[in-house]
C-alpha cells in the first residue's frame, strides 16, 4: 500500500506561483499513474492533473490548463504540481493520489492528506 505525503502549500497572492511536492513516505508508485484533485469548502472535489505512470503523459482539468505543470521523478518517489498565475479560484485543499483511468475520467485510488493552497485577490 502506497502512502502519500503533500507539501508545498501556502498562503500567496493572486498571480504568484507554488510548487507542490508529494511523496511516498510508504511504498513506492513508479508504476502507478499519479493526479492532483482539489477540494475547496463546501464544492465537489475536482480534478487538477494526472501524470501517466507507463509514457509520461499528462492530463490537466479544463480550469488549469496552461497555468499548472505536473511531474514526477519515480526515483525519488515524488509528483510535483507546478501552480502558476494563480487565482483565488485556485483556493482549495489539493491532494495527491494513485489514479486509474476510466474513459476520460480519473479515480483516486490511494489518497494523501492533503495541502492547503490559499490565494488572496
Known amino acids: 500500500q502506497v502512502q502519500l505525503v503533500e507539501s508545498g502549500g501556502g498562503s500567496v497572492q493572486a498571480g504568484d506561483s507554488l510548487r507542490l511536492s508529494c511523496a511516498a513516505s510508504?511504498?513506492?508508485?513508479?508504476?502507478?499513474?499519479m493526479a492532483w484533485f482539489r477540494q475547496a469548502p463546501g464544492k465537489e472535489r475536482e480534478f487538477v492533473a494526472t501524470?501517466?505512470?507507463?509514457?509520461?503523459?499528462?492530463y490537466y482539468g479544463d480550469s488549469v490548463k496552461g497555468r499548472f505543470t505536473i511531474s514526477r521523478d519515480n526515483a525519488k518517489n515524488t509528483v510535483y504540481l507546478q501552480m502558476n498565475s494563480l487565482k483565488p479560484e485556485d483556493t482549495a485543499v489539493y491532494y495527491c493520489?494513485?489514479?486509474?483511468?476510466?474513459?476520460?475520467?480519473?479515480?483516486?485510488?490511494?489518497w494523501g492528506q492533503g495541502t492547503q493552497v490559499t490565494v488572496s485577490s
Open positions: 510508504r511504498g513506492t508508485f513508479s508504476s502507478y499513474s
Open positions: 501524470i501517466t505512470w507507463s509514457s509520461g503523459r499528462t
Open positions: 493520489a494513485t489514479t486509474t483511468r476510466s474513459g476520460d475520467r480519473w479515480t483516486g485510488n490511494y
